[in-house]
């Protein structure tokens, strides 16, 4: 199993570590509720939320829960972090008290912050730079349906944001062909490009970035899609939507990609937007797979943070 102390961005873990959790989350997936591990027993996490929260927020607190332990929400407005006290001092409180940290911030430099100042393990709930938990839950979902293909082509329809790069992570560690088809200018940082790059070829699979979408698809096995503007780039919504227009995953778009492709989706969807209902709810999207995956997913990380 990963002995990494904090599951922070996916590049961290090995691609032997990353099959490793999805082979836990599977395994417990199938014994939920009668072989949980009680691997927190009468340990104690803090939940610290900048931003609104529907699946990550249920999912670890019911995580904990089912392992034994505790949850504490602490809303971003009650620990003013960074202004009533730096995030070096609340960390270094946190850790006498609690004994995993479960954090999402507008910056990645906050949980990284987190990280380096206390012991205990921290876990990223999401940044605007990172999602590893998704891309998890993902790869779970990929493997589940997949798991015996030879080769599995990922095509990301849309922004190069937070979701997008952890995906490309993950694909690059397994060694899937990742595709990301985005209008100019909404690319993935080129560094973290160049890294995923590098993990592709030790892993034989491949990253590429395209402006044309129905190319992109027309091999996929799975096409992926996010909003256009998230959490904290509200105000250039109306930007977005134009220079998005074209990128929609919608019936259209699929029928230019095997008749098998798979869909999903991380939620939470702009129906009409990015996706249209009739994907969203064919039996071509898996979006509630991989939502429901998040708890097994995450389960895993924290079992494994605590063995
Ligand atoms: N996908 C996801 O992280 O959903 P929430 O923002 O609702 O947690
Ligand atoms: N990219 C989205 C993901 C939400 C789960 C956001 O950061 O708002």
Partial sequence: ???????????????????????????????????????????????????????????????????????????????????????????????????????????????????????????????????????????????????????????????????CASLMIVCARLGWDFVLACPAGYEPPPALLQACADAARDSSGSIDVTHDPVSAVADASWIYTDVWASMGQEAQQERRAKDFAGFQVNDALIARAPTEVLVSHCLPAHRGEEITSEVLDSSRSRALDEAENRLHAQKAVIVHLFS
Avoid at 5 to 30: F, G, H, T, V, W
Avoid at 103 to 114: A, C, E, M
Avoid at 149 to 163: I, Q, R, S, W, Y
């Fill in 1 to 163: 199993m990963p002995n990494n102390k904090n599951l922070i961005c996916l590049l961290d873990y090995s691609p032997e570590e990353i099959r490793s959790l999805i082979a836990s989350a599977n395994a417990l997936k199938q014994g939920r509720l009668r072989d949980d591990p009680q691997a927190m027993a009468g340990r104690s996490a803090v939940l610290i939320f900048e931003k609104p929260s529907l699946r990550t927020r249920i999912t670890f607190e019911t995580a904990i829960h089912e392992v034994g332990g505790h949850a504490i929400n602490l809303a971003a407005g009650m620990v003013q972090m960074g202004r009533r006290e730096s995030v070096e001092d609340v960390a270094q409180n946190l850790q006498r008290w609690v004994h995993l940290i479960v954090v999402r911030t507008y910056s990645h430099d906050t949980v990284v912050k987190i990280a380096a100042s206390c012991s205990i393990p921290v876990i990223n709930a999401l940044t605007d730079a990172f999602h590893p938990c998704q891309a998890l839950a993902f790869a779970q979902t990929v493997d589940e349906n997949l798991g015996g293909e030879k080769k599995v082509k990922v095509v990301f329809v849309g922004d190069g944001n937070n979701v």
